[in-house]
Nanobody
Framework: QVQVVESGGGLVQAGGALTLSCTVSGSTFGALPMGWFRQAPGKQREGVSCVSRSGTTTYYADSVKGRFTISRDNAKNALYLRLNNLKPEDSAMYYC?????????????????????WGQGTQVTVSS
């Protein structure tokens, strides 16, 4: 049974930084692309950043490009998202999820991951 657990969210002031972490158990983590997604109240869930199985190919939504950095450690079954220069509009529940086999990061983020394995999310709140 695949289990996804996100952590690292919190309340920060605009301009601040956070690092989100995600651990995945019960799956061949290194064989799948991974992604971070977010959902603000009243809005659809959107792909923020996604990464290939090896970690060498990444995708970022335009709204976070240059501020967020995705990385993964396949030995630890862990996915990370570094959030720098946070803005109030970054406030949302952040989720990670594995992509579908053979997806490229762009597709994982824009067409969606394997929706069977959403975690509980971690809340990021940015005050102005």
């Amino acid at each position: 049974q695949v289990q996804v657990v996100e952590s690292g969210g919190g309340l920060v002031q605009a301009g601040g930084a956070l690092t989100l972490s995600c651990t995945v158990s019960g799956s061949t983590f290194g064989a799948l692309p991974m992604g971070w997604f977010r959902q603000a109240p009243g809005k659809q869930r959107e792909g923020v950043s996604c990464v290939s199985r090896s970690g060498t190919t990444t995708y970022y939504a335009d709204s976070v490009k240059g501020r967020f950095t995705i990385s993964r450690d396949n030995a630890k079954n862990a996915l990370y998202l570094r959030l720098n220069n946070l803005k109030p509009e970054d406030s949302a529940m952040y989720y990670c999820a594995p992509g579908l086999p053979l997806q490229i990061p762009f597709d994982t983020c824009t067409r969606g991951p394997d929706r069977r394995y959403w975690g509980q999310g971690t809340q990021v709140t940015v005050s102005s």
